[in-house]
């Protein structure tokens, strides 16, 4: 289900070079989409390459995130990333999925999940997203 984008995601110009784009939101969930292209950046056997795998896990946790700010608090940045590459990640184009598993005064934990076009898990990631108090 695509989704109005409260977030800008889209028009992001690094999101736009590699071909990111957000699908799905909904409270502390986001799914983004990366459409593979001849510009993508590759890895062995032409597999996507894994520092494009660790960016989509911290860019899905950004609208997650989002769905859900508590008021007096706003956005700090990662925090903490963890990537495990399961397989390499091949097809037109792969998701990840993020899901906020806790929601903390200062952080946030989130669980990523990467997937090809086939379903396959390719790789997973955990990050734990800083809040700050305003006001």
């Known amino acids: 289900m695509k989704v109005d984008n409260p977030f800008d995601f ?12 957000l699908e799905e939101t909904r409270e502390d ?35 997650a995130v989002f769905t859900n700010i508590r008021a007096g608090s706003e956005p700090a940045g990662t925090a903490d990333l963890q990537i495990t590459y399961l397989r390499q990640a091949h097809g037109s184009w792969i998701d990840a999925e993020a ?14 999940d990467i997937k090809n076009n086939e379903g396959v898990l390719c790789a997973t990631g955990r990050v734990l997203y800083a809040l700050r108090a305003v006001g």
């Open 99 to 112: 899901r906020v598993i806790k929601r903390g005064r200062q952080l946030c934990t989130i669980h990523v």
């Open 10 to 21: 889209d028009s992001d110009p690094f999101h736009q070079y590699l071909g990111l784009t």
């Open 29 to 63: 969930y986001a799914r983004i989409r990366l459409n593979i292209h001849a510009n993508t950046p590759t890895g062995i056997g032409g597999s996507v390459n894994g520092g494009v795998l660790s960016t989509m896990i911290d860019m899905a946790a950004v609208p």
